[in-house]
């Protein structure tokens, strides 16, 4: 028995989820419900359990860390963090359609982490660059905003599907006007957003003391650094527009969207397209 | 206020229109530093983007954006919005939090939106007391004052907060003054004293000792005002062949006095007098150093040998050399040493750097140990303003927290005696959290019914 058994059932049970929530939302049972729920609890927990346990198997092979820190080990904790925010919000606001447009981003995480090309499942050793406890904090940091961040964007992907249902006056009854009322999504957007800021924000300090303790260098514009705060500087904008303008609705859900891409170019297009100092993170 | 209004430069600068516009140029231009690589030699852009293109860049001094004189205007503009957008609102925060609240009218707080009246028993002064303590045991201290027709009690907390705001915009200037502070381009520009703020680089070969290192930015050398040795430097390897660290022993002197040694890593720079010294690259050589002692005598050689070039070592009566070498990467692996004492066959064997060989001669027992020199390269900074940075950013999160998480809430009670019968009107507000105090207002009113 190893970690990679837990991995393979949290990304089965997210699969399941993802089915269950979307069956929810598409046939309005609300039988279906609470599969979703206990099948997202589950993966979660295998999930924290397979997090555990290689992170135990990598002191087994003599060369311990916390599992943070490749492309593989930071997507899994990604999709752990989703999991987590999700059910958070789904035990405090008591609504289960939201994880029809959350969970199957758990799952995308998970399932890329396990089956793309080019993505290194081994626990190997750390670089010199790499051992660091500012690693941790930031990685840590980062990814519990990416979260956040990835629940907004589903938000404002419901957001938009609600609007056009409001827009052509469709029935409450039908598909799209079963989403919850647009107060309420606009208004989970919008925290959100401002929780995923608060440690995006925290993500970059870290990652700039980080590299400060590395290279003498807290800032040195490469493109990973940049990108993220081009991120930052999107969610300020969304922010400030929201509360000093009064933005809301369709503008915010637009942003929550244009944000989230950006946050998964500043994790896979800067490894993938563009290259620089963090280019580790693409074995 | 009303005259600075008119001023059309405060106007433009005090919206928030501009701020949501400056934010957008920032992160749109901001792009094109990741795509077009940063400081190449010109001759890269001509030859990836044509010369006419290339010379566009350079003028718009594309291939150092960062630096570029308009990116620098962008970011003034962005401070300057800052500065004056917070200072244009401070006074209004300052007003919300030390206005006297026991002047609201009675019937503003009739129409507010969280409010309760609750008839009570007894006299109006009995309910003041009855409502003030209650209230205070929830943790709400009042205020009050006596009305025409009734006492208005009055509690607030969280007032402070609604300066958290102006904390997450200050961290945002003093992280920036941080950066000017440390900059090396203003050190040698502006100040005219490259010495005050620099980030430069230094090899030192190993048991060699420097006093100056060299400038990034003018490639000058630049004097550290004391000495640096290089002790030692080594490359550590995980099993599976990986690296697993960089390792430097440096001393530092001071007139020819040791006054530090410190093992440095990458992670683990020394820092001396606010210069720090980071672990950041190396550079073998194709030179050993051997070390040999005689047990016999007792005396021992350290040499800096050459590869394949033969050392005499006439105290000791031997001759020795490196005749052969396998690598790993640019590091030697192991080395073949030829030992002889000029009795019979001269010794050959393989050794690993810093594995020791004992030698049997017919004239006495030698012990050898060899390594590989390398020097060692060091990154070196100066950073008068990390401090600042650092500051800012702690400042920045306790402001955001505050900004994004607490809020500034009131509760007023106003106790009346209409026809006869005695009602405590409760009315609350909070500038957000809304739906939070909400329910803390509806306990509480509840809790007193
Ligand atoms: C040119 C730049 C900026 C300007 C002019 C500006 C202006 C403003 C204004 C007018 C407010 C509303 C204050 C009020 O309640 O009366 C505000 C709030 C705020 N700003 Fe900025 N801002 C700028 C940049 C930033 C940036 C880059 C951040 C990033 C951390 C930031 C963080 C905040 C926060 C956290 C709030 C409080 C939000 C709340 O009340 O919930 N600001 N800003």
């Given amino acids: 028995m190893n970690s990679s058994l837990f991995f393979g059932i949290t990304t089965l049970a997210y699969l399941f989820a993802s089915v269950f929530y979307i069956a929810l939302f598409v046939f309005k049972n609300r039988k279906i419900g609470p599969v979703g729920t206990a099948l997202t609890i589950l993966g979660t927990l295998t999930l924290t359990i397979a997090i555990g346990f290689r992170w135990y198997e990598s002191y087994q092979i003599g060369i311990g860390h916390a599992p943070l820190t490749n492309m593989y080990e930071s997507l899994v904790f990604f999709a752990w963090c989703i999991g987590l925010f999700y059910l958070f919000m789904e035990y405090k606001y008591k609504n289960k359609v939201i994880g029809a447009f959350v969970l199957p981003f758990a799952f995308a995480a998970m399932a890329y982490a396990s089956f793309a090309k080019g993505i290194n499942q081994e626990i190997s050793p750390l670089v010199p660059a790499l051992q660091s406890n500012w690693l941790i904090a930031h990685v840590v940091t980062c990814f519990i905003g990416y979260g956040a961040f990835a629940m907004a964007a589903g938000l404002g992907i419901m957001y938009l599907l609600k609007k056009s249902a409001v827009d052509k006056k469709l029935p409450a009854n039908t598909l799209l006007g079963s989403l919850p009322d647009l107060r309420f999504i606009d208004d989970m957007t919008y925290k959100t957003i401002v929780f995923g800021f608060l440690w995006l924000s925290a993500g970059i300090i870290t990652g700039a003391i980080w590299a400060n303790e590395a290279w003498g260098t807290y800032w040195s514009w490469d493109p990973k650094e940049t990108w993220s705060i081009i991120t930052w500087f999107i969610y300020a904008l969304t922010l400030h527009a929201r509360f000093t303008r009064g933005w809301g609705g369709t503008r915010i859900a637009w942003l929550a969207i244009i944000g989230f891409a950006s946050v998964i170019f500043t994790y896979f297009g800067v490894n993938f397209v563009l290259s620089g100092l963090h280019s580790y993170g693409s074995n | 206020m009303t005259t600075q209004k008119k001023n059309p430069f405060w106007a433009l600068f005090s919206s928030v229109k501009l701020a949501l516009f400056l934010l957008f140029i920032l992160a749109a231009t901001s792009i094109i530093g990741t795509v077009v690589q940063q400081n190449k030699p010109p001759q890269f852009y001509v ?166 290192i060299y400038s990034f930015l003018t490639q000058k050398p630049l004097p550290l005002g004391f000495t640096v040795r290089c002790d030692s430097f080594d490359i550590h390897y995980y099993p599976n062949g990986m690296v697993k660290d960089y390792v430097s022993i440096l001393t530092v002197l001071e007139n020819g006095q040791e006054v530090l040694t410190k093992k440095v890593v990458v992670n683990e720079p020394l820092i001396y007098n606010g210069i720090t010294f980071y672990q950041s690259s190396y550079q073998p050589y194709q030179d050993f150093i051997l070390t040999v002692k005689s047990e016999e005598t007792g005396l021992t050689t350290t040499d800096l040998v050459p590869y394949a070039k033969q050392v005499t070592w006439k105290e000791g009566g031997a001759r020795f050399g490196i005749i052969n070498m396998e690598r790993r990467g640019e590091a030697v692996s192991r080395f073949k040493i030829w030992f002889t004492d000029d009795q019979g066959e001269p010794a050959k064997f393989w050794l690993q750097p810093g594995r020791k060989a ?89 809790g007193m019914e």
Avoid at chain 2, 148 to 174: A, D, M
Avoid at chain 2, 373 to 380: F, I, N, P, R
Avoid at chain 2, 393 to 398: E, F
Avoid at chain 2, 422 to 441: D, H, I, P, Q, R
């Fill in chain 2, 47 to 212: 030859e990836v983007y044509g010369p006419n293109l290339a010379r566009l860049m350079q003028t718009l001094s594309i291939p150092d954006m960062y630096n570029s004189w308009w990116f620098m205007i962008l970011l003034a503009l962005f401070s300057l919005n800052l500065i004056v957008c917070s200072l244009e609102r401070i006074p209004n925060a300052w007003r919300l939090v030390t206005m006297d609240n026991l002047a609201t009218a009675p019937e503003r707080l009739q129409k507010m939106g969280m409010r309760k009246a609750v008839p009570v028993q007894g006299t109006v002064s009995e309910s003041v007391e009855k409502t003030a303590s209650f209230l205070a045991d929830k943790g709400w201290k009042t205020d009050r004052r006596d009305l025409e027709n009734g006492t208005l009690l009055f509690s607030q907390k969280g007032g402070w907060t609604r300066f958290g705001v102006y904390v997450v915009h200050s961290s945002i200037l003093i992280i920036l003054l941080g950066a000017i502070i440390g900059s090396p381009r203003l050190a040698n520009s502006l100040l005219g004293n490259p010495l005050f703020a620099f980030k430069g680089g230094v090899n030192i070969p190993e048991t060699q000792q420097t006093d100056v």
């Fill in chain 2, 358 to 446: 004992v030698i049997e001669r017919p004239s006495g027992t030698y012990t050898l140990s060899a390594k590989q020199l390398y020097a060692t390269g060091l990154q070196v900074a100066k950073d008068p303003g990390v401090w600042w940075v650092y500051i800012g950013c702690g400042l920045m999160l306790v402001g955001l927290v505050i900004a994004f998480f607490m809020s500034h809430r009131k509760i007023w009670a106003l106790i009346r005696e209409e026809d006869g019968k005695v009602t405590v009107l409760f009315a609350g507000s909070a500038n957000k959290n809304k739906l939070g105090f909400e329910k803390t207002f509806t306990d509480l009113v509840e």
